[in-house]
């Protein structure tokens, strides 16, 4: 389906300022564009690391300090492996608002309410993450902030982007859930995971007749009123950040052909776009 024509306004946790409006389009600064190019990974991987190694929150309690957003129970730099930490509904750790140990500047810890409401949380929304948290996220996929020019700004203009292709997805999301909105007014997020490396059929026959594999797949699940319904976002890249809206990305967002339902949305879909295409109106005719 097409991609939504505008970003909607998050609101802000603990934000104390604000920040100015992201600088980048065609001139990124050095910093920003190597984080970009690391936060979409080279090699099809999503920026949040999706199946960690290490978790940030082991059972033993530490005596530092505490962060917004932190498990109380966290030790600073725990190297252990802790699975059962691990969130079911997004495949992260808990969340690590920390500094790294030879950070170059302080981040915030800031994170920002979407409008993606959560599945089983009533009146609630799912959170993203904070420039902080991202940071850490990068450095255990092992990037190395040293050897790149950064700046604060750089990191907060990276969260930007992140939120508005997220948003974007959901939005996209619901005009496919509106062909059920008899069935259900309010459709949530119940959980969602990265499979960069797992290219959807759809990603591999575009490749074959010589378009570009996406550079980042998520797979949603979206509880229709208590029906399950997964959905397959490939994620292209569309050139330069737009200044205005922070995207880039090009959202190819569908049902995952799993089920008869799923099935026949796909082809309803398909023949609406191309009676469009042909400019075949069938409301039209029927009115002359």
């Known amino acids: 389906m097409g991609a939504s024509t505008s970003a909607p ?23 920003q564009q190597a984080l970009l190019e690391a936060s979409a990974g080279k090699k099809g991987e999503c920026p949040v690391q999706h199946n960690p190694s290490k978790a940030e929150c082991p059972a033993q309690h530490s005596s530092g300090p505490q962060y917004a957003g ?19 509904t997004n495949m992260m750790p808990p969340p690590n608002q920390r500094p790294a140990p030879d950070q170059p500047f302080p981040l915030s810890t800031d994170r920002e309410i979407s409008h993606i409401p959560r599945a089983g949380k009533d009146d609630e929304c799912w959170v993203y993450p904070s420039p902080q948290m991202f940071w850490n996220a990068m450095l255990r996929k092992g990037w190395r902030w040293k050897e790149e020019g950064l700046n604060p700004e750089d990191m907060s203009s990276i ?12 939005m996209e999301v619901l005009k496919w859930e509106a062909l059920h909105a008899r069935e259900c007014g309010e459709p949530k997020l119940k959980s969602f995971g990265g499979k960069a490396q797992d290219f959807s059929p759809r990603a591999r026959f575009r490749s074959w007749l010589g378009y570009q594999l996406p550079f980042d797949r998520h797979d949603w699940i979206v509880d229709r009123c208590g029906k399950d319904v997964r959905y397959v976002i490939d994620y292209y890249d569309g050139g330069s ?3 205005n809206t922070h995207r880039f990305a090009l959202l190819d967002v569908r049902p995952a052909l799993d089920s008869w339902g799923a099935c026949w949305d796909r082809m309803k879909v398909f023949w609406w776009r191309k009676s469009l295409e042909l400019g075949f109106d069938k409301s039209s005719e029927s009115k002359a």
């Open 70 to 88: 932190e498990c109380p129970a966290s030790v600073y730099l725990q190297e252990s492996i802790m699975t059962d930490d691990i969130d079911p």
């Open 9 to 31: 306004t998050v609101s802000v946790v603990n934000t104390a300022t604000s920040r100015p409006e992201c600088p980048v389009h065609k001139q990124e600064s050095k910093g």
């Open 159 to 170: 969260i930007r982007i992140h939120n508005a292709n997220n948003e974007e997805a959901w």
């Open 241 to 243: 950040v737009d200044p």
